[in-house]
DNA sequence: CGCTATTTGTTCAGTGGTTGAATTAAATGA
DNA sequence: TCATTTAATTCAACCACTGAACAAATAGCG
């Protein structure tokens, strides 16, 4: 069996692009009804949701049905109600329908998780080596591995795995082959044509899961969304080895022409700086790169690996190291003055630092914010937020796989014509 | 009568944010069909919508009565066929249905336009005046004259003004207030009420036009959109006195969280640079605003109205002026440098130059080609286009009219119940 | 304890809108 | 002239939502 291909953009509308037919209409409110249930912080009631959408009672009661029969939706107790009436019966997502699986390859370890329609983290892996070395066969071998495992966790559970994504650091096209991973040293990586020989990402118990590639930060910052309360507009930027961005819109990710959107480390920050490996001069990177950073505080021999080299930092600066707190306060600026690029052109008003950057956000801030104020035209009428991400180094595979669910969510019908 | 306030955001999907009610397929399917008729570029058939649709030919029919019923479409010689079978009735926009009425205010000119469904010019005026010595209302008033002119222009041709907009070189809130429009000298005025009094903006012939305002880059971008081809991604730039962008993205308009979006003269382009009235310091706008131009090829004390320095400056460099040629390859740089970090950031792969650069694009390509193929890390799998802008110099108010129209065509359920 | 008020959820006839097949309309070509 | 072909309309069937009536389940009150 070959890996069924489906395509990188999550649709977050249920709308049909194409003509409008009868059931259109019913795969409308299921998506309506479903994202209620979803965004809801009380199991509503069917009355409840019915007041809130428009719809009427009994169209409620007929798309939660469905809901129910399709093992996305349970009932459960309500929420308490003050006076008298029929008791309603509250309804929850499902804790043991479809899950997604969420795969990430970074350059110092592998991670599997498993997402429940809740949103709830069932099952986490990480797998720590340094994969420099390392085939991409052989990476994407072991971690089918991983998926396996996690599938055999998600069905002791009662879990379905619905759908699977991965994220891997670098530029990915949209046939899943990855163009380019700077940092790994991957170049033209068809991914899903080596994984079709693992049967765990190619199928599930019921069907045929999608496999998704995509950009590491971009699914970071989904998983940001996910995890960080309501929908809204945010720059969210990771500062692994490379530093990623994710750009999300009114709740959706936007991934640009090819998906190749928020490649933030090579904005040049100095057009005549030092050269990047990218070819460019001053870019983001030269100052604000993990490995930048750790040079400038004059940390270069120390051999660190890359996932404790930000909590040693976060100690040196806590320590008053002179060195460290001015490679910090040099990173802080350059990284404003890249985040007031970022606003100037779209307008956002919140910057989360994930990845590495999150234990060095006393530092970086300030000098972050005094760019942005100083740069950016209408930081007087709003001012720039920039908070630490509620995900820790791991963001991109829960977020991966937060993105297989929130897909269900945003479009039931598609998982409920599986029955 | 007051000013009927109307969102900003053009919702391109006719899709229900709310319930899906059982009107809601019809609303779904008369756009569909409208919005093919509207970008088909020969008049389609009912059976050849049904084809490319997906729907059946009744419903096709039926949902074409209600276009023609609503003076959306007329029918026209079809396109010819070979071979035998009834003929088709060819399906266009029609000529003389709803019309949209473009307005513009600029640091030098107040502009008019009348916009068909087709997205034909059927009127169009300018009035050259230096608007900044006037006050808001005054030149408020002065428009509005403008735009009873257009009016009865309109209505003298059998077309019914379905909404304006309008155009300002600055910041416009959700109110329709100009927080900032720096090169006017105007702040925090509210346009809405300074135009109640003003009764062709206030009222049509049915019903209440609803006045949206926005940013002239905005407006420029989508009349862009409109005038050049099919729907993409693309960032325009319009070198006016200042330099704006606009942002389109898979054929809409990207606005930002509060509007705010595009503000690209105030990027940074060398952090140390000089400074800026923005408070910042090395903002585009300080190598690449027509000011700058001006003043790096020496012809600071020439007086050149606006709107002539563009022509003038082309001449000169035709004739080899080196300081000249030398300040136009220092701005083309300088936008290089600045649309490769909008490229990094957004995957965009065509930049638009417009405005006053659209004369210049022979000098400032060269350069901005050169930096943009050094940073954007993508840029040798996909290529950056940089092609001048179809529209001339009023842009604005040729896309504020054309997003009138286009609204309906992208939601014609909202036109048809005026009947 | 029983009755009423109240709210939840379901049932059912009615309706809007799409579907698919049959029918009518209008041309070509032998 | 007539068969062929394609376009457009008509009509019964069906799907999904609507609104009202009804059944279910509880609290409050005498």
Redesign the interface.
């Known amino acids: 069996m070959t890996v069924v291909w489906q395509c990188q953009e999550v649709n977050q ?4 692009a ?5 059931g ?2 019913r795969e ?2 299921l998506a ?1 009804v479903l994202g209620r249930i979803a965004a809801a912080d009380r199991p509503p009631s069917r009355a409840a949701l019915a007041a809130e ?3 009427t009672r009994a169209t409620v009661s007929a798309v939660v049905e469905d809901l129910v029969a399709g093992r996305l939706v349970t009932e459960a107790a309500p929420t308490p109600r003050a006076g008298a009436g029929r008791p309603a019966r509250g309804l929850v997502l499902a804790g043991d329908g479809p899950a997604g699986l969420g795969l990430e390859i970074n350059v110092d370890y592998l991670a599997a998780c498993v997402v429940d329609l809740a949103g709830e983290v069932r099952h986490h892996t990480v797998h720590r080596a340094d994969l420099r070395p390392v085939a991409p066969a052989d990476a994407l071998g072991r971690l089918a591995r991983l998926a396996a495992q996690a599938r055999a966790h998600a069905e002791a559970q009662g879990l379905s795995l619905a759908g699977a994504a991965l994220g891997v650091p670098g ?1 990915v ?1 949209d046939t899943g082959q990855v ?2 991973a700077p940092n790994l040293g991957w170049r033209d990586v068809p991914v899903p044509e080596l994984l079709a020989g693992h049967p765990p990402l190619t199928e599930t118990v019921d069907g045929v899961p999608a496999l998704v590639v995509d950009n590491e930060a971009n699914l970071a910052a989904l998983g940001e969304l996910h995890a960080g309360g309501g929908p809204g ?1 945010f720059l969210h930027i990771s500062g692994e080895v490379g530093i990623g ?1 994710g ?1 999300v ?1 009114d709740g959706a990710l ?11 480390g ?7 700086g030092p050269p990047c490996r ?4 001053g ?1 983001l990177e030269r100052y604000a790169g993990q490995e930048a950073i750790l040079s400038a505080a004059g940390l270069v021999g120390a051999e660190l690996p890359a996932d404790t080299a930000p909590n040693r930092l976060a100690e040196l600066a806590e320590a008053g190291e002179p060195a460290v707190l001015h490679a910090l306060h040099e990173a802080g ?1 350059a990284i404003g ?2 985040v ?3 606003v ?6 919140t910057v989360v630092l994930g990845g590495g950057y999150a234990p060095l956000i006393p530092w970086l801030r300030p000098p972050m914010l005094a ?1 942005i104020e ?5 930081a007087a ?2 001012p720039v937020t920039v908070r630490p991400a509620a995900l820790g180094a791991t963001a991109a595979a829960v977020g991966a796989a937060g993105s297989v669910v929130r897909r269900i969510i945003a479009r039931p019908a598609g998982w409920l014509t599986r029955f």
Chains 1, 2 share one sequence.
């Open positions: 509308t249920a709308a049909p194409g003509a409008a037919r009868q259109s209409l409308l409110n309506l959408t428009g719809l530029l096209d163009r380019l507009s961005a750009i819109l936007f991934r640009g022409t090819r998906g190749w959107s928020g490649e933030i090579h904005i040049p920050v100095r057009p005549d990218c070819g460019g001069r870019c600026t003055v890249t007031a690029s970022v100037n052109l779209l307008d956002l008003d760019e100083r740069r950016v035209l209408t009428w709003s």
